[in-house]
């Protein structure tokens, strides 16, 4: 099974951008599908960005359009491209696939 680890979040200020990492324990190329997702205190788990092994991308409304995913596949690593943040964007934001999870990153939008 896959082991992630996220990294790149902290504390930015509304308008600002941050750039989230998820390193797997092996090669992503065969893994069809790695997605992000956040949760927000008191809220549940969502959805907030997928790629596939083909580079097709999807994301959820609210941040269509101000976070890309990508992927590097030589570092095994999935980013999240996070711009134009809001406060709403307050999160812990967690990397899956395999149905493997990360330990999550907290990202706070702040000012």
């Known amino acids: 099974q896959v082991q992630l680890v996220e990294s790149g979040g902290g504390l930015v200020e509304p308008g600002g951008s941050l750039r989230l990492s998820c390193e797997a324990s092996?090669?992503?190329?065969?893994?069809?599908?790695m997605r992000w997702y956040r949760q927000a205190p008191g809220k549940e788990r969502e959805f907030v960005a997928w790629?596939?092994?083909?580079?097709?991308?999807n994301y959820a409304g609210a941040v269509e359009g101000r976070f890309t995913i990508s992927t590097n596949n030589a570092k095994n690593t999935v980013y999240l491209q996070m711009n134009s943040l809001k406060r709403e964007d307050t999160a812990v934001y967690y990397c899956?696939?395999?149905?493997?999870w990360g330990q999550g990153t907290q990202v706070t939008v702040s000012s």
């Open positions: 092996r090669s992503i190329s065969s893994i069809y599908v």
């Open positions: 899956n696939g395999q149905k493997s």
């Open positions: 790629i596939d092994s083909g580079g097709i991308t």
